[in-house]
């Protein structure tokens, strides 16, 4: 015993003073790396190499159900015999450092535990919900709020987030939309990458930086009816044009670590999906991260009628490539007898080991296991103002201006009587959303806050309505919508007719989406829609402000209210980020990165479907086409739209090809003019149509966009070049082409596009 203490001590000092300049820079490069990593694994056992692929939940906080009692002893006991790699949920300096402390001074080798939690928009200050960044299309500031993230979570003691969550997702039913970046492969690509340059930086051995999770792979958002952890059945086509892309697109940056996800795929479960993690990820796309397992996802292949017992799951999952089990424990408790019973190929183990320790030392933590565990970094960083520009700035930027007749927006800053209404205006908690585990409630800036500490000398007056959630709001089947009692409307009635402009916040609560939050229904929740109509007859002159974490029907709203501005749930400045852009103060620019159906039954809806073989025309009767007797096929408003409060015209539009080093290139060009009155911001979006090929293509695919500010009456030339990597696309066997032949050219601010171009690359 004495002997182990030593040998521990001996090599936490070694890892103390591994930490000079030179040694960090020894430390980064990969051979140095790789050649700690042998040495370390061949001084490990059986037993401590399967104990580096256990993940473990803390106590802190529960992300899945929870495990039955009496586990937590056991749990900090295994740290202390080598038995886990890494935890979950436990973060704030003092609370890492306690179990780091376990792992590194009393296990036999004294590795350091990864502690990985989702930091999935924000630690404690939070960014708008992933969907509404998407919103705002801009990469720069979506990777800056990714580095923010990283830099308060790392002051915490984080080292590994699990996000980007990359999952395209074409049904608003699912609750899980909302950490997404939507429906489009090209935007969720770039957006992948950007989150994860974010949150890993340029070095993760640098403080401020952690490690990042492209998660869940794959094709959890297919979930059959947007029912949560439901089965999917995709072809290979959609796999790889529409799926896989963004996860591409993580591995390219340099994600280090994949998550599985829970749901069946065609048949397979895909935490033991051999062709997705092994095929595809590993061998195709050369990914050196590692892979762990979703919320006990090991264990529920046996729900999934796939594995008879715990032994069965954790040799399917390993086979597969599934590296490290998060809190299913059959890794540990089995890995060991299917190795001795040569029914697992040591190798496999070797090669998890191998990844996560890689990670390790990249991060620096052997250099210095509390590297990320200063008192006071934490206390300087942690909810600091310095975040408030950059969060602030993404959040209005994430507003999407849906309807503006009559330029009822902006605001008039002076002379006005404004009336707000709605429960959501004064709520601090429902706009930090979903998934913001870690940061405390109360702590979003209110809309009624921002409007009444606005520089502007309106009259504010503000009511309630009926409450909209009665009782508490955390981890409950369903939150307690009240349907019933409708207090509050007479008073929401009377201020509403003596108001010049009614401003009307609904929406969803921050709980009624993310994990577990699947809906049948995409209306205004509760009373809402009852109260909306009410003050309608009394004024119509309503700013429909929606809070939401999905697209919601809104085909009553958009036929009655004159303006609606789409804010999502935009995190710690909330408020400012609506305020300023109800006073124009910031011209709103975002645009839809989901298309928001006319009713659910059109769901799953996306702009980049595939053309039918009867396609609709609305101008014919004829019956014996694609379409709804009782609704159009169209969304209500489509993907990439948005508008401004001043106005954009596009013209000169050009398409010409050339070739060049034995390549099709193609330039594209079109004048942008602000026609409007107003300083503004316009994204011109390119999409492409390959109208004959080996298999049916998207009527329409986004393939470039630029966002432009211009003042009224500037103009400028945008110029496009796009070359064959993205005029082709990938067939169902995986393999890329690139076919000659027409090919069809769509600019516009929108998906629905206005100016339209053919070539023929022959
Ligand atoms: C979710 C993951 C999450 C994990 C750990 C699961 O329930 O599906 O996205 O990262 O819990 O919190």
Known sequence: MKKVLIYSLILVGCFACNSSNQDFVLNNSNTMISEKVEALLAKMTLEEKIGQMNQYSGFMDFTGPQPKGGQQAKKYKDIEKGLVGSMLNVHGVENVKAVQKIAVENSRLGIPLIFAFDIVHGYKTISPIPLAEAASWNLSLIKRSAEIAAEEASAAGINLTFAPMVDISRDARWGRVMEGAGEDPYLGSLIAKARVEGFQGKDLG???TIAATAKHFAAY???EAGREYNTVDVGTTTLYNTIFPPFKAAVDADVKAVMNSFNVLNGIPATADQFLIRDVLKKKWNFNGFVVSDWDSVGELKNHGFAQDGRDAAKKAIIAGCDMDMESYHFIEELASLVNDGEVDLQLINDAVRRILTLKFELG?????????????EKETVYSQKFKKDILNIARQSIVLLKNNNQLLPLKKDHQQIAIIGDLAQDKTSALGSWRIASDDGKAESLVEAMQNYPATNSIRYAQGPKFIKGDVHFVKELNVNTTDKSGFEEAIKIAKQADIVIMNLGEHGFQSGEGRSR????LPGLQQELLEAVYEVNPNIVLVLQNGRPLTLTWAEQHIPAIVEAWQLGSFNGS???QVLYGDYNPSGKLP???????GQLPLYYNHLPT???NDPSQQDVFKSFYIDQQNTPLYPFGYGLSYTQFKLSNFSVNSFSESNEFKVSIS???TNTGSLFGTETVQLYIQDPVAQISRPIKELKSFRQVSLNPNQKKLINFLLSEKDLGYYLPNGDWIFEKGKFNFFIGTSSDTSLQAELNLQ
């Open 594 to 600: 989901m298309s928001f159906p006319r009713s659910v």
């Open 613 to 615: 073989g009867r396609p």
């Open 365 to 377: 933590l052997f250099d210095d296991p509390y590297k990320y565990l200063s008192k006071k970094r």
């Open 206 to 208: 640098l403080p401020h």
């Open 221 to 223: 958002g297919f979930a």
């Open 670 to 672: 079109v004048e942008l």
């Open 520 to 523: 049948t229904k995409l209306g």
């Open 577 to 579: 980020a609506i305020a």
